[in-house]
């Protein structure tokens, strides 16, 4: 129900962004986040915003070269990525929570109920 778009292959230092739409709202919206994976990983917390309040929550890995954001007409998600680094690339996916999350688990993905398919980021050195 939720689909991203925006990735591709960028040079080290460069940047994306990132969208995650819904393709059909038939949900109500707690919060969203993005999540990644790298090839042999997990999946890891990126970010989190909050639906109605806008309060975001960050992955340390990526505070100050990531901003996660929403738009709450088109019930689209943006998630700006700048200084593009090798470690960040993996498949990044969009999730939405319909209900509360206390953001000390923000990075769980048990948490959220519905997800995007993904959306390749490459970062060529």
């Known amino acids: 129900q939720l689909q991203a778009s925006g990735g591709g292959l960028v040079q080290a230092g460069g940047s994306l962004r990132l969208s995650c739409a819904p393709s059909v709202r038939t949900f109500s919206t707690y919060a969203m986040a993005w999540f990644r994976q790298a090839p042999g990983k997990g999946r890891e917390f990126v970010a989190r915003i909050n639906w109605r309040s806008g309060r975001t929550y960050y992955a340390d890995a990526v505070k100050g070269r990531f901003r996660i954001s929403r738009d709450g007409a088109t019930s689209t998600l943006y998630m700006q990525i700048d200084s593009l680094n090798p470690d960040d690339a993996a498949i990044y996916h969009c999730?939405?929570?319909?209900?509360?999350?206390?953001?000390?688990?923000?990075?769980?993905?048990?948490?959220?109920?519905?997800w995007g398919q993904g959306t390749q980021v490459t970062v060529s050195s």
């Open positions: 999730a939405a929570a319909s209900g509360y999350i206390d953001s000390i688990f923000s990075y769980d993905p048990e948490r959220y109920d519905y």
